[in-house]
């Protein structure tokens, strides 16, 4: 069994949610308790945190009045930008998560190893 290391990328430029990054991390963590119920050695690394606030008037206000309240908090990734990595675990499980994690978040994801 051939343990590596696994960044996923992503492809193309967009604006994440938390919730999107959040997501990732309950689909990766699921991943790893079907994987090894007994061992803990697969490690998680964040590279992305939601930092910039995004803000929503409400449907029925009036114009001025300040500007309206945090909506939820977004963070702007590039092409090429590292949103995580995986540290052992073996190529077929990761191009697994790969795969769930495109279609649940409707991300351009690449896999990259070491």
Same mark, same amino acid.
Request: proline share 2%.
């Given at each position: 069994?051939?343990? !590596?290391?696994?960044?996923?990328?992503?492809?193309?430029?967009?604006i994440v949610t938390a919730e999107q990054i959040e997501t990732c991390v309950k689909a990766v963590k699921m991943q790893?308790? !079907?994987? *090894? $119920? $007994?061992?803990?050695? *697969?490690?998680? !690394?964040? =590279?992305? =945190?939601?930092? /910039?606030?995004? !803000? &929503?008037?409400?449907?029925?206000?009036?114009?001025?009045? +300040?500007?309206?309240?945090? &909506?939820?908090?977004?963070?702007?990734? %590039? #092409? +090429?930008?590292?949103?995580? @990595?995986?540290?052992? /675990? *073996?190529? %077929?499980? #990761?191009? =697994?998560?790969?795969?769930?994690? $495109?279609?649940?978040? %409707?991300? *351009? /994801? @690449? #896999?990259? =190893?070491?």
């Open positions: 069994m051939d343990l !590596t290391l696994f960044f996923f990328v992503v492809k193309s430029c967009k790893f308790k !079907t994987l *090894n $119920k $007994k061992l803990k050695r *697969n490690k998680l !690394t964040l =590279y992305v =945190y939601p930092a /910039i606030p995004k !803000t &929503e008037k409400g449907l029925g206000s009036r114009m001025g009045k +300040g500007k309206g309240g945090v &909506e939820n908090w977004v963070q702007i990734v %590039r #092409a +090429g930008k590292v949103l995580f @990595s995986i540290k052992n /675990i *073996n190529k %077929r499980v #990761a191009f =697994y998560i790969l795969r769930l994690l $495109k279609w649940k978040t %409707r991300l *351009n /994801i @690449s #896999a990259h =190893y070491l």
